[in-house]
């Protein structure tokens, strides 16, 4: 018995040494990293490649896709002149503006909502044909509203902001752990305290996975709501130069939109991992 628990000791001894980098110029130089963001790169890069060299060897015209190099240049030369800068702030503005004032209605409501089982199955049926109208065309009723001003922008964004936060939050607040519940109601806790102390951890995840697809939305209906009766704004921008010809131009406005919704993402990602760190925990064990 002591010799097959030797010999099984070192057998994983001599794996485990011969697994071991050999030393070398990149021994010092944790690798994982980098073979992970080239990994993710990758995709990018054979799309940025395929966009330049199509154009440049005339298999699509030029006039409607302009090499990458051409776009770049029109956005360095947007940004020399500050004039994207007008129109990122303002639509930075009005995105995080309905956002915030959207999940501010939406969280607190979904909690309601999926706590009293009666009301969320009364107002269920409103709510799916709220979420299933489309946005865009319900656009003209806010324009006819509100006017054409900020007021039936931000109404729009909020909108189109509400339902993804909503309907997480509903669906995580039902589908917290019964055993918790009945835990907490053991110790002869208060409703308001298995509210916010078990219920509203517990839903967390999905409540931050209804708050990304709600930024998301958010940066999508902006794009329309600043085509139509707007002087200023990333999709006011892309939607005068699209008017006037100006191709890479039109094509830089939107990469810039691409960028703000994929950073606004990224921090999404990195506020939920730090919020639910726990979840991992748990996972890993």
């Known amino acids: 018995m002591i010799e097959y628990v030797v010999s099984n000791f070192r057998r994983a001894y001599r794996a485990k040494w011969e697994a071991k980098p050999k030393p070398g110029c990149f021994s010092g130089i944790p690798l994982a990293p980098v073979v992970n963001i080239l990994e993710k790169a990758m995709g990018i890069v054979l799309v940025v490649l395929i966009w330049e060299l199509t154009p440049r060897l005339e298999l699509i015209d030029p ?27 303002i639509s930075i503005t009005r995105s995080a503006a309905g956002f915030f004032i959207g999940i501010g209605i939406a969280i607190p409501l979904g909690i309601f909502m999926g706590w009293y089982s009666k009301l969320e ?5 409103l709510v799916q044909a709220c979420r299933n109208s489309s946005v865009l065309a319900l656009y003209p ?9 900020e007021v039936s922008k ?51 995840p999905s409540i931050l996975t209804g708050v990304r697809l709600s930024a998301a939305s958010s940066i999508l209906v902006l794009v329309a709501a600043e085509m139509i009766g707007a002087n ?44 639910t760190g726990w979840k991992e925990k748990v996972a890993n064990e």
């Open 154 to 204: 931000m109404a729009i964004i909020i909108w189109g902001t509400i339902w993804p936060s909503l309907l997480n939050t509903i669906s995580g607040v039902k589908n917290t752990d019964p055993l918790l519940i009945k835990a907490a109601r053991s110790m002869g806790v208060s409703k308001l305290t298995l509210l916010y102390k078990v219920i509203a951890p517990a839903a967390l």
């Open 63 to 89: 006039f409607l896709l302009p090499p990458f190099s051409e776009v770049i240049q029109s956005l360095f030369n947007l940004v020399m002149t500050g004039e994207i800068f007008k129109h990122f702030s």
């Open 232 to 275: 200023a704004g990333l999709g006011f921008m892309i939607f005068y130069f699209e008017e006037r010809y100006a191709v890479p131009e039109m094509y830089a406005g939107i990469i810039t939109m691409s960028l703000f919704g994929v950073t606004v993402n990224y921090l999404l990602v990195a506020l939920e991992k730090r919020l």
């Open 141 to 149: 009723v806010f324009l006819l509203l509100f006017g054409i001003g």
């Open 121 to 125: 199955e009364v107002v269920d049926p």
